[in-house]
């Protein structure tokens, strides 16, 4: 079935650094989005990528969606506090919204004042 | 708007007793979920329900049984407990995903239950 691989499980970063996470799947997804989730909280959606090659940016975070749409990024320009948490990415085989959402299994960063 | 509530948010059990998580939403999403979360595992999804009378297994469905009493509400079974169900338990539900919504998902706080 379809897998998705997320690397690395940890990170740890002195503030201001950057950070990269990085999600490979098995398959050909439909479209892939990514969620933060804070310690002790749950998960929230931060975006979802939908075209092949697709970057976006939200403020210090540029997410990129692979040509062949099965790989994609999160990358975090000069990390703060605020950033720590879990990242994970979550990938939908199946055409548009209507497939299956197998996540990833985390990045956790950790950032150090 | 609430969201999506979940309750218990904990639960002890002993191995072999039963128990119900019970999830409802208030944004008249269809789709609704139940994953678990363990360490390094990333979220594992249970089981899924599509729209309401609809039920699929997910990726890890053994030992749990759900039941979509409605539109809102998604109830995840244990029938016989074991230690290897220890986990974060979050419920989850989505809109239709059409033009002017990604299909995101929309978690509740979770369920942390302990199985000695």
């Known amino acids: 079935g379809q897998q998705v691989m997320q690397i690395p499980q940890y990170q740890h970063v002195q503030e201001g650094e950057d950070f990269t996470t990085y999600c490979n799947s098995s398959?050909?997804?439909?479209?892939i989005q990514w969620y933060k989730q804070r310690p002790g909280g749950h998960p929230v959606f931060l975006i979802q990528?939908?075209?092949?090659?697709e970057v976006k940016k939200q403020k210090r975070l540029t997410f990129q969606f692979g040509e062949a749409k099965k790989n994609s990024s999160l990358h975090i320009t000069a990390t703060q506090t605020t950033d720590v948490g879990t990242y994970f990415c979550a990938g939908r085989d199946g055409s548009g919204n209507t497939g299956k959402l197998i996540f990833g299994q985390g990045t956790t960063l950790q950032v150090k004042p | 708007n609430a969201g999506v509530t979940q309750t218990p948010k904990f639960q002890v059990l002993k191995t072999g007793q039963s128990m119900t998580l019970q999830c409802a939403q208030d944004m008249n999403h269809n789709s609704m979920y139940w994953y678990r979360q363990d360490p390094g595992m990333g979220l594992r999804l249970i089981y899924y329900s599509a729209s309401e009378g609809t039920t699929d297994k997910g990726e890890v469905p053994n030992g749990y049984n759900v039941s979509r009493l409605n539109k809102r509400e998604f109830s995840l079974r244990l029938e016989s407990a074991a230690p290897s169900q220890t986990s974060v338990y979050f419920c989850a539900s989505r809109g239709s995903g059409g033009l002017r919504n990604t299909g995101e998902l929309f978690f509740g706080e979770g369920s942390r239950l302990t199985v000695l």
């Open positions: 990528l939908v075209k092949s090659g």
């Open positions: 398959t050909t997804l439909s479209n």
